[in-house]
């Protein structure tokens, strides 16, 4: 089993650009989070997903989107980048929703 | 809103040594959970503390989660260089994280 798979690893933006940040997971999980690490801030919740066709907030949604087609993967979109997006992010899933998480190895994102 | 504080922010210290770090908050929580991220990682959990008073331990690290089930601590005997890390708690049902203990210890 690969677990979770995030790609690209990383990617600079100019501002104003818009791109998806992949997630798969091959372990068959209902829940799928996305969140936001920034140094000294710990890990933010941006969206997660309790099953295919199901989404929802956390904590800092704003500026992203996200959709859920099927089980295994969970983009993240950014539609209009902005320099306060620079960030490393991490998808993770569950087989519960407060359950152990298992995350990916992250995406290193730099808007400019 | 649930907020969990961590405590301290860094710590750097020389192997051999013992260590404690906390993790706080005004909240109960139903559990409670501690992840360890390397660099260039995503996190990855160590342990779950689901019962006020609980202590667990994996090798040279010992939790414990209080009584009130507001807190919770990782205390670290005879640190190793490969202790090295970010040490995150974390609970709730979407999981609120800490901000996170960032460890060193030097050979």
């Known amino acids: 089993n690969a677990g979770v798979t995030q790609t690209p690893k990383f990617r600079i933006l100019k501002i104003g650009q818009s791109m998806t940040l992949q997630c798969t997971q091959d372990?068959?999980?209902?829940?799928m989070y996305w969140y936001r690490q920034d140094p000294g801030m710990g890990l933010k919740l941006i969206y997660y997903?309790?099953?295919?066709?199901?989404?929802d907030k956390g904590e800092v949604p704003n500026g992203y989107n996200v959709s859920r087609s099927t089980t295994e993967d969970f983009p993240l979109r950014l539609e209009l980048a902005a320099p306060s997006q620079t960030s490393v992010y991490f998808c993770a899933s569950s087989s519960i929703l407060s359950g152990t998480q298992y995350f990916g190895p992250g995406t290193r994102l730099l808007v400019l | 809103t649930q907020l969990l504080e961590q405590s301290p922010q860094f710590l750097s210290i020389q192997e051999g040594e013992n260590l404690t770090v906390y993790c706080n908050s005004s909240s109960v929580f139903s559990s409670l959970q501690w992840y360890r991220q390397e660099p260039g990682e995503g996190p990855v959990l160590l342990v779950t503390v689901v019962t006020g008073g609980e202590v667990k331990k994996l090798k040279r690290l010992t939790f414990q989660f209080g009584d009130a089930r507001k807190d919770s601590s990782l205390h670290i005997t005879a640190a190793q260089p490969g202790d090295t890390g970010l040490y995150l708690c974390a609970g709730g049902g979407k999981l609120i994280f800490g901000q996170g203990t960032e460890l060193s210890v030097k050979p």
């Open positions: 997903s309790v099953g295919a066709g199901i989404t």
């Open positions: 372990m068959n999980h209902n829940y």
